[in-house]
T-cell receptor, first 114, second 113 residues
Framework: EAQVTQNPRYLITVTGKKLTVTCSQNMNHEYMSWYRQDPGLGLRQIYYSMNVEVTDKGDVPEGYKVSRKEKRNFPLILESPSPNQTSLYFC?????????????FGPGTRLTVL | AQSVTQLGSHVSVSEGALVLLRCNYSSSVPPYLFWYVQYPNQGLQLLLKYTSAATLVKGINGFEAEFKKSETSFHLTKPSAHMSDAAEYFCAVSEEYGNKLVFGAGTILRVKS
């Protein structure tokens, strides 16, 4: 089944404890992206990757890191999480980095930072 | 920068009634527009997209949307609401270069029996 998977689905952690949220797609997509969803704000892009080894900042990159060493994986790293990073996170992918391509979303990771 | 405005954070309709969810965008060039639906505890699923081929776009589950350039709108409609339509709906515009989606704040649709 073609899909985007994320792990973990739920995570509660404490301030300053490094964490990684994994994202993997099995559709051979070039483009991958991370969004965070907050009530009343919709989804905002954190980082994106046009292809392997190519990443760039989105609208809200502060406090996050990413890497794209393989085409299928795009992990999101929080080196020192803070309570304002409590949010619902979505990974997405699309075949190519062009404006008309549909993005496929993972099931989401709900993160709580205490 | 492009932006999307969804009027009404919550919309309530009766089962069988018309569904109308409003979306207005700002863009200096003809945009690519999308409607996504999010069911509880799930990711986003594409309902439909506008890519300039036709102004009336039909999507899944009986939804459709009409692109009106003069009004910079892309409202989502469904003639008859079903209980299973209860979800949050997001309108999004794609940036001209690259593949970044700019989302509206979302509209939660409630369907009453």
């Amino acid at each position: 089944e073609a899909q985007v998977t994320q792990n973990p689905r739920y995570l509660i952690t404490v301030t300053g404890k490094k964490l990684t949220v994994t994202c993997s797609q099995n559709m051979n997509h070039e483009y991958m992206s991370w969004y965070r969803q907050d009530p009343g704000l919709g989804l905002r892009q954190i980082y994106y990757s046009m292809n392997v080894e190519v990443t760039d900042k989105g609208d809200v990159p502060e406090g996050y890191k990413v890497s794209r060493k393989e085409k299928r994986n795009f992990p999101l790293i929080l080196e020192s999480p803070s309570p304002n990073q409590t949010s619902l996170y979505f990974c997405a992918s699309s075949l190519l980095a062009v404006s008309y391509n549909e993005q496929f979303f993972g099931p989401g990771t709900r993160l709580t930072v205490l | 920068a492009q932006s999307v405005t969804q009027l009404g954070s919550h919309v309530s309709v009766s089962e069988g009634a018309l569904v109308l969810l409003r979306c207005n965008y700002s863009s200096s060039v003809p945009p690519y527009l999308f409607w996504y639906v999010q069911y509880p505890n799930q990711g986003l699923q594409l309902l439909l997209k506008y890519t300039s081929a036709a102004t009336l776009v039909k999507g899944i589950n009986g939804f459709e949307a009409e692109f009106k350039k003069s009004e910079t709108s892309f409202h989502l409609t469904k003639p008859s609401a079903h209980m299973s339509d209860a979800a949050e709906y997001f309108c999004a515009v794609s940036e001209e270069y690259g593949n970044k989606l700019v989302f509206g704040a979302g509209t939660i649709l409630r369907v009453k029996s």
